[in-house]
């Protein structure tokens, strides 16, 4: 296009401002037209700077929008990150109980399972109960295990191994999920324990990979460890029911009689 016209009046007003050099002084009319041409780029400045205007405005809301969508976007990534919270809340709970109380079933592959139940105290002692034959207490604070056979009512105390006190004592995943800081991946499915709608995580611990329950209080409710060979061990738990003091006790009871540990 041509810009040399650009900023000139249209023919036709032109002509009606010299249609007026009949009524006025044609002198009049000639410097009322030339005011009006010089007037106009004004008026073209001003609309364009308008129209700036308009632009800018509209460039400064996307900005806002753009700048309330991220606003939006980093209000729900800690929300969505619920999970995460609520399973810390979960792994707290393994770190400050009274008692806690575990029915254990253990399985190699499509072997046959072998239930117990085992029973920890805040102070680290620990009793695990297979059948009705054998009961074991280890016994942190004292350095010593208590093996209890119920048949022939015999009891044997022997000090803790040395290799089992460096990893981590009777129950090794506890001091491992206590510690864990990894990346624990929330599961969508949920499951009914106990009548209680529970949620999980999978996660991976150096004794092999978890899987944890909780219900909506984010207690645990049951957990799945798995590791070689085909192991699969399920757990079970109930947090701070109390415990008769003798139960933990890893002095032998009334009525059985002392054997010797095995030779090493």
């Known amino acids: 296009m041509n810009r040399r016209f650009e900023n000139e009046l249209s023919p036709s007003l032109k002509s009606s401002l010299r249609s007026l050099e009949t009524a006025a002084d044609g002198d009049v009319v000639e410097a009322a037209a030339e005011a009006a041409q010089a007037r106009l780029p004004a008026r073209l ?13 509209r460039s400064g ?12 976007v980093g209000l729900v990534i800690p929300m969505l990150s619920s999970d995460s919270d609520a399973f810390a809340a979960a792994q707290a709970r393994f770190r400050d109980f009274d008692t806690l109380w575990m029915t254990v079933a253990q399985r190699f592959g499509d072997g046959a399972t072998t239930t117990s139940r085992t029973v920890v105290d805040a102070r ?3 009793r695990t109960d297979v059948g009705t034959q054998l009961s074991v207490i280890v016994d942190a ?7 209890l056979q119920h048949e022939p009512r015999q009891a044997m105390i022997a000090p803790i191994p040395k290799t089992a006190a ?16 990894g990346h624990a991946i929330a599961l969508k499915e949920t499951r009914i324990i106990d ?6 995580w999978r996660l991976r611990l150096p004794g092999g990979a978890m899987t944890l ?16 060979g085909g192991l699969q061990i399920d757990y079970r738990f109930e947090f701070d029911r109390p415990i008769p003091p003798e139960l933990l006790s890893s002095d032998p009871p009334a009525g059985y009689t002392p054997v010797a540990p095995d030779d090493e």
Do not use: C, Y
């Open 141 to 147: 604070p004292r350095g010593r295990i208590l093996t």
């Open 213 to 228: 329950w909780a219900d909506e209080n984010d207690l645990p409710l049951a957990m799945r460890q798995e590791g070689g």
């Open 195 to 200: 009548g209680r709608t529970a949620h999980g």
């Open 45 to 57: 400045a001003r609309a364009q700077g308008a129209t700036r205007t308009r632009a800018a405005s």
């Open 124 to 126: 680290g002692v620990v």
């Open 166 to 181: 460096a990893q981590g004592g009777a129950l090794p995943w506890l001091e491992e999920l206590r510690a864990f800081k």
């Open 61 to 72: 809301w996307a900005v806002a929008v753009g700048a309330t969508i991220a606003l939006a």
